[in-house]
């Protein structure tokens, strides 16, 4: 499976974002704004492009992955709040981490097809998109 010291390279990906819900409290005819509680965006399907390299090795492990959310074959998954954490780093074009952001309670949702032009016999790098929910993340700048 995956472990804390792979890298692995999206293609593309957004961050996501964080909206915090607004509370009116009135007081003595005065209102009040109050900061509730907080959602992410995308947390039930945030889309990530990855690269797919000529074993699809990382098409299958995510596979694995997905099964321990929830297997078919054997009617089987996780419960609970379940899911892993993961750790995704926005790269500068020195390919040095500027930016830190780790995804919490994260579970794959639904994993891409993969096209293939065999006939072109071009050679060209395959891409395939992987949707995990989170819970919340947790963002933090990188001093280099």
């Known amino acids: 499976g995956l472990g804390f010291n792979d890298i692995i390279l999206a293609r593309t990906a957004s961050l996501p974002g964080r909206i915090i819900e607004d509370k009116v409290v009135n007081y003595k005819g005065t209102e009040f704004h109050y900061g ?13 492009e990855f690269y797919c390299d000529m074993s699809c090795n990382l098409r299958a492990q995510l596979d694995t992955i997905s099964h321990a959310t929830w ?12 899911g892993g954490v993961v750790i995704l780093h926005v790269l500068n074009k020195q390919l040095k981490p500027t930016l830190s952001l780790t995804l919490m309670h994260a579970q794959i949702r639904n994993i891409g097809d993969i096209s293939y032009s065999i006939a072109d016999g071009t050679g060209e790098v395959v891409n395939f998109q992987t949707t995990f929910a989170y819970s919340r993340y947790i963002m933090a700048n990188i001093n280099n």
């Open 71 to 82: 297997n078919s074959n054997s009617a089987t998954g996780a419960t609970g709040i379940g």
């Open 36 to 48: 509730g509680k907080a959602t992410y965006s995308q947390a039930d399907g945030w889309p990530v």
